[in-house]
């Protein structure tokens, strides 16, 4: 076993990410420090650490964001590092001073890094200076007059947004499509943006309307190395929601890779990055131009894709870099093998608008088999509260091709069995078999402007299940009459079984 | 005994006799179900084809999951159909009551007592694994009591308001 300088880790998140770590810190045989409030007593979390220590109600507020109590955790616990997963705390400034001060290594990027990065204005402007490319536009700043913004409208290209300086919400934003209805637009939106925010200022910026979303996963030391780990596509999402997310990405060929890669890799060089870490990006379906939107200063939901193309375990990194170990890895070491799916089984129901479903986890079956892996944070008897995000598993699915993994996705979503709560499952089935996810034509408003989730009709599974239905209200209402009767004999559905099992013998 | 069965768009008549035997739509069928340790979890056996399904009972009716796909399930017999027509005729009431779906914490009330309301108009937000959840009126009406705040922790089926 290989050693690591850490000996105990708090992870201060919960569910699947907290799981996840658990694992990484076992292989090296660092314990572990979990921590649950009042309502996640009986998730598996708390079963799987070392420790488990309570902090409080239910509401994240009263509980996994509240940093005192998270340094007091890890100073009665003798902690020497803390995890924060994604969420909470994860890409909290203050928080990871707070640990460092406290001398626990926070395993993630350095609190510069995270402030450099956490405030959007500041983030593009640092990579601006580094030569990403951003969305084309004015700039919010300064204030413009309506001729300097027509003049500089060429520049920034058709369709584009005028936007309030002050704004949010929509308020004062408008989409102009030709030249010719600029100046009406611009005059609309400084009235609309002074009534709403008593400041009249408005600025441009390019509209993509048929974007994907591409990220750059990077992992860099302490001593200055960094490299990038491939891109992943997550361009199927609701309401800036991943829903799917996959590597390689249908619209990357090895030259952009490399070169979004680099830029990737220049930004987080900008701000003295270290440990995992998401350059975010949105890429023109139609002109191949992508522009730097956001980083992310920490471990994302979905860093299982990119492991399983790379080989690369992105969380046992984490550790090392935090313990002040050299990246093993060169880039020319990174390599995408395959292809990978995830899907993010959510507890919300697909069938009434995503409305988040609570409840009794009350029986589960997890698909299995070659290339399946199956991320998860609940198990039988876990109850699906209100208090948290509504993730419950992530369904990683590898095989060579798309084309195979999307078909042994649904395999695997066919076999995925959860009984109490409605899950985001039978959404994942459809939009699989849409044209335009098999033939990777998608972008980032596809689910919502698009997409339409059918009620298909299935005759034969209909009459399965009808069929199953009736077997067992014929059975309990033979058991209620049995009761009155006071009589006990097997349920008839059994004695059917039994006939049957007796008729069929050959 | 005979049963009529919807599930998704089919409606089927199952009969079951005292033997086990099993007739759909007049057409008799080898069925075999067996229920596992796992009460949720089946197999069933219909003319050798086999099939997994989860199976639960669900505020009366039955929920079947099979091959990712969950089948609402309504099984009647003679007696319970009896029973749906006279409830259905004694459930006219000249009130809508408007409940929380699910649990959650009421962020928003965009309406107050005897404000005429439109069908589709938003009447409540309650805030649940970080989402915002708005409730609408399921027809056009006047508001006549509000029953929750808002901050107020909402369960399931909790009455929010009524309209009359």
Known sequence: ?506 | MKYRVRAGESELEIEIDKDGGICIDGEAVDADLQQSIDPSLYSLILGHRSYELRVELVEGNYRAQLHGVTYDVVVEDERTRLLAGVKAIGGQAGEAVVKSPMPGIVIDISVKVGDAVEAGQTLVVVESMKMHNEFRAPRAGTVKAIRTEVGTEVKQNTILMTLG
Request: charged share 25%; with cysteine.
């Open chain 1, 1 to 506: 076993m290989r050693e690591n300088k850490l000996k105990k880790v708090l992870i201060a998140n919960r569910g699947e990410i907290a799981c996840r770590i658990i694992r990484a810190c076992n292989e090296f045989g660092i314990q572990t420090v979990a921590v649950y409030s009042e309502a996640d007593r009986n998730q598996p979390h708390v079963r799987m650490a070392d420790e488990a220590w309570p902090i409080g109600p239910s509401p994240a507020r009263e509980s996994y964001l509240c940093l005192d109590k998270l340094l007091e955790v890890a100073k009665l616990s003798g902690a020497d590092g803390v995890h924060p997963g994604y969420g909470f705390l994860a890409e909290n400034e203050e928080a990871a001073e707070a640990f460092e001060a406290n001398e626990v290594t926070w395993i993630g990027p350095s609190p510069k890094a995270i402030r450099l990065m956490g405030d959007k204005l500041t983030a593009r402007a640092t990579v601006f200076a580094a030569g990403l490319p951003i969305v084309p536009g004015t700039g919010k700043s300064q204030r413009m007059t309506d001729a300097e913004l027509v003049e500089s409208a060429p520049r920034i290209g058709y369709p584009l947004l005028v936007k309030a300086a002050a704004g949010g919400g929509g308020k004062g934003m408008r989409i102009i499509r030709n030249p010719d209805d600029l100046r009406e637009g611009l005059r609309v939106a400084r009235l609309e943006a002074d009534a709403s925010f008593g400041d009249d200022r408005v600025y441009l910026e390019r509209l993509i309307t048929n974007a994907r979303h591409i990220e750059i996963q990077i992992l860099g030391d302490q001593h200055g190395n960094i490299i990038h780990l491939g891109e992943r596509d997550c361009s199927i999402q609701r309401r800036h929601q991943k829903l799917i997310e996959e590597c390689p990405s249908p619209a990357v060929d090895e030259a952009l890779r490399q070169e979004m890669g680099a830029a990737a890799v220049k930004a987080a060089q900008a701000v003295g990055y270290y440990s995992a870490g998401t350059v975010e990006f949105v890429l023109d379906n139609k002109t191949h131009e992508y522009f730097f939107l956001e980083m992310n200063t920490r471990l994302q939901v979905e860093h299982t894709v990119t492991e399983r193309v790379t080989g690369v375990d992105i969380v046992k990194e984490m550790l090392r870099v935090a313990s002040g170990e050299r990246l093993r890895y060169r880039q020319e070491d990174i390599r995408l093998k395959g292809h990978t799916i995830e899907c993010r089984i959510l507890a919300e129901n697909p069938w009434s608008n995503f409305m988040p479903s609570i409840g009794l986890i009350t029986s589960l079956t997890a698909p299995s088999g070659p290339g399946v892996r199956v991320d998860t944070g609940v198990s039988v008897g876990s109850e699906i509260t209100p208090f948290y995000d509504s993730l419950i598993a992530k369904l990683v699915v590898w095989d060579e091709t798309r084309e195979e993994a999307i078909i042994r996705t649904q395999q695997a979503l066919r076999e995925f069995q959860i009984v109490g709560i409605q899950t985001t499952i039978p959404f994942f089935l459809q939009m699989l078999e849409t044209p335009e996810f098999r033939s990777g034509n998608i972008h980032t408003k596809f689910v919502e402007d698009e997409f339409l989730l059918k009620k298909t009709r299935n005759e034969k599974l209909e009459r399965v299940a009808a069929v199953a239905a009736a077997l067992i209200a014929h059975s309990r209402r033979g058991r209620a009459t049995t009761l009155e009767s006071a009589k006990s004999h097997p349920s008839a559905w059994r004695l059917l079984g039994r006939r049957n099992a007796v008729d069929n013998r050959l």
